[in-house]
């Protein structure tokens, strides 16, 4: 046990002595921008990792006691310990894994479609003005038309040095509408998630339903496709059109959930290139970036199942 696990420690039984520490699991690698401790599977705490990092972890508490009258979906109830430190219930499931999804059956896979599709309609359904009385700022992940174009010219010139003349192609392809489009960003800004990737929506494996969402901390006012962007990444289109059967998508907003789709992957290089130049590898981490492909081994699909029964 090192250092600032040892330090985590001490606080923990200082600040909760009645808590059990015979079973405590020290996760630093899934957050961010915060070290994870896990107490008998019973409670989570947080903690900022950079003094900046803080910001997030209270973005994250004061989310979740806004929006947990609004959702169904259980949420980890979170309690602020000080400035840097964190503490919620811990939620009992696994990442909301492709391969796990794909595996299902017809039925559990559009009940998970249901559940999130239920939760996102719920989320950015929020009246504006009741999370402004709240005190919800915008998310991080949020940008102007103007925001996204600077960014976009950056990104390009940090590594397109680095790409082949069909990935220049291929990524031309995905500005150039953006770039055509004055009105391509306009939306009504609504409560977001702003990081809905599969680690943060939980499995329970016995019920084979959604058992919870976390990882509030990019929480707050910003683009409803950004959310649904980030499911199409990680768990395709065709899973966020059975969605749609509960939670209606606009054209305009499919669109622009799959331009953040496409382009998370080289916003991610565009970080390399900067730590490749700054020689600064401290914060990096190699990404599983799902295909829409089938898991190794899969004979027959849940839909061609369902379809052989008709």
Request: charged share 25%; proline share 4%; with cysteine.
């Amino acid at each position: 046990m090192n250092s600032n696990e040892l330090k985590y420690m001490e606080l923990i039984k200082s600040r909760y002595p009645q808590l059990d520490l015979s079973k405590i699991e020290f996760n630093k690698t899934d957050g961010s921008y915060s070290d994870v401790a896990i107490v008998n599977n019973e409670a989570v705490f947080k903690f900022a990792r950079y003094d900046w990092s803080a910001t997030y972890l209270r973005n994250e508490a004061d989310v979740i006691r806004f929006i947990q009258d609004f959702v169904d979906l259980p949420l980890p109830d979170v309690e602020l310990v000080d400035q840097n430190v964190t503490k919620r219930r811990f939620i009992k499931g696994s990442p909301l894994y492709r391969n796990l999804l794909l595996k299902s059956d017809y039925q559990t896979q559009d009940a998970i479609a249901k559940q999130i599709a239920t939760f996102l309609h719920q989320l950015h359904t929020i009246p504006v003005k009741k999370a402004q009385h709240a005190n919800i700022g915008y998310s991080q992940m949020n940008r102007t038309q103007e925001e996204w174009l600077a960014e976009l010219e950056t990104m390009q010139r940090k590594i397109l040095h680095y790409c082949t003349d069909y990935v220049k192609e291929y990524l031309r392809q995905i500005i150039q509408p953006v770039i055509d489009n004055e009105k391509f960003f306009d939306f009504q800004s609504v409560l977001i998630h702003g990081d809905l990737t599969p680690n943060h929506i939980l499995f329970d494996k016995s019920s084979r339903k959604v058992s919870g969402i976390i990882g509030f901390s990019n929480a707050g006012f910003g683009d409803p496709a950004y959310d649904i962007g980030m499911l199409i990444d990680h768990l395709g289109e065709n899973f966020v059109k059975r969605m749609s059967r509960y939670y209606p998508i606009s054209p305009a907003c499919l669109d622009r959930a799959r331009f953040y789709a496409y382009i998370s992957n080289f916003m991610w290089f565009r970080d390399v290139c900067d730590m490749i130049s700054t020689r600064d590898f401290s914060r990096f981490q190699i990404p599983a970036k799902d295909r829409d492909i089938f898991p190794l081994g899969t004979l027959t699909t849940a839909f061609e199942i369902k379809a052989s029964k008709k």
